[in-house]
């Protein structure tokens, strides 16, 4: 992103002439160091203004402002140079620090303009030394916040058998910036769980390296079977015995059951 705010320094002279008037320098500098910033951050301005050839001075007003796009809260924050004077051959530099807002969004590039004659008072060897630019890039704030896990409700489910259920179920990860790692559990879907409760943990990366956790839990039931099948009762054979004496016959057998 590039924003160019509009006219910023205004010149006004003294006096009517040829000038030569031409910036030699524009720095903006983080107060970390380096010229790429975080939100919080100080900009520190420096631009350095020469002045050759008439008037032998030269008065001017300077008003210097950059603008963030994304909010007018932060519109129209200037800062003005007053009554800054220039004998001829000389340099006048002029400084500025502007602390970055805490909650910039967008993060982005931006440039910081001076004018020195932005309404062409006057008849210069070189308009186009009248204007500097500089950029500085502030980057996004670091994301600290880790994905979100979907996992679902607790489950339970019921098995016949006493080692345990295949039980298969879904999950999903998102991020607001982006996932390097999808959501994934210590104990993936379609597993066997044994009879009792187990907690199940998945997790998910961003490319930040947050990691987000989401928990729950699968409990399996077991119920034996209904028995429906009656007992199996073994008797003897058909058994026969001849009476002696007419009388009855005591007779012994074993049933296994």
């Known amino acids: 992103m590039l924003f160019v705010p509009p006219s910023m320094p ?8 040829d000038i030569n008037i031409s910036w030699t320098s524009l720095t903006i500098t983080s107060s970390a160091g380096g010229t790429t910033f975080s939100p919080g951050d100080t900009a520190h301005i420096e631009a350095t203004l020469a002045h050759e050839g008439d008037p032998p001075m030269y008065l001017f007003d300077n008003n210097a402002e950059f603008r963030f796009p994304d909010s007018s809260e932060y519109n129209d924050v200037g800062k003005g140079f007053g009554d800054v004077s220039i004998s001829t051959g000389g340099t006048v530099t002029l400084t500025w620090d502007k602390v970055i807002p805490t909650d910039l969004n967008p993060a982005g590039q931006y440039t910081v303009t001076f004018f020195a004659d932005e309404d062409g008072m006057f008849d210069e060897t070189n308009e186009s030394d009248n204007v500097i630019t500089g950029t500085f890039t502030v980057a996004a704030p ?31 990860a998102s991020d607001d910036v982006g996932l390097s790692i999808g959501a994934g559990c210590d104990i993936p879907t379609g597993s066997t769980f044994p009879v009792g409760t187990t907690t199940v943990t998945c997790t998910a990366h961003d490319t930040s390296g947050n990691v987000g956790t989401a928990s729950f839990t699968i409990t399996v039931n077991y119920t034996p079977s209904a028995d429906t099948t009656p007992p199996t009762v073994n008797v003897p054979a058909d058994i026969t015995v001849v009476s002696t004496d007419g009388e009855a016959v005591a007779v012994t057998t074993n049933v296994i059951s």
Request: glycine share 8%.
């Open 10 to 17: 205004f010149a006004e002279a003294q006096q009517t002439g």
């Open 142 to 172: 670091a994301d600290t916040t880790p994905p979100v896990v979907n996992v679902p409700a607790d489950m339970t489910v019921t098995t016949t058998n006493s080692s345990g259920e295949v039980v298969t179920f879904g999950v999903t």
